[in-house]
């Protein structure tokens, strides 16, 4: 599967050993950045460079580490096309997948255990979408669209 995946200084050594874990699952990563925790930046450029290129269908899906994972799935919201939504436990990471087929799961570093973190994107990746749910879908997709 084609993975993007980025982060802020907060989220660069967690999204670091999520890169690692999906090569050794034989996902094709891209990782977009940011590369050291020594440097600030700012969350939203590395939200939008991953869910663009999931919108374009550059990427399947995509995967966002800050500090909490509330900024990065607001960001990445923003792009036409993507459904982010915010993990933080086995449900949400399910949930996401199979009722609202999320493109974009977002993480915080400062709260999840990086062995943890690594098990919901497991969890995420696992789980397939449920049809049963696509009129939902279909209705937020008419929001965007302004109707």
């Known amino acids: 599967m084609k993975i ?10 967690l999204k670091a050993r999520i890169v690692q874990h999906l090569a ?7 990782d977009v950045g940011t590369d050291s925790p020594d440097r600030s930046v700012d969350y939203p450029v590395y939200a939008r460079k991953v869910a663009q290129s999931v919108a374009s269908g550059d990427l399947e899906l995509g995967i966002l580490v800050c500090g909490t994972g509330i900024g990065m799935s607001i960001a990445a919201n923003k792009i036409d096309g993507i459904r982010a939504a915010l993990i933080h436990d086995h ?6 997948r199979m009722h609202n087929n999320a493109n974009v799961i977002c993480m915080g570093a400062r709260l999840l255990a990086a062995e943890y973190a690594i098990d919901l994107v497991d969890q995420f990746l696992s789980c397939p979408f449920e049809q049963r749910h696509q009129r939902r879908l279909d209705l937020i997709t008419d929001i965007e669209r302004g109707g």
């Open 24 to 30: 050794a699952a034989g996902h094709q990563v891209t």
């Open 91 to 96: 449900v949400t990471a399910r949930m996401a």
């Open 4 to 13: 993007g995946i980025g982060s802020d200084h907060a989220g660069c050594g």
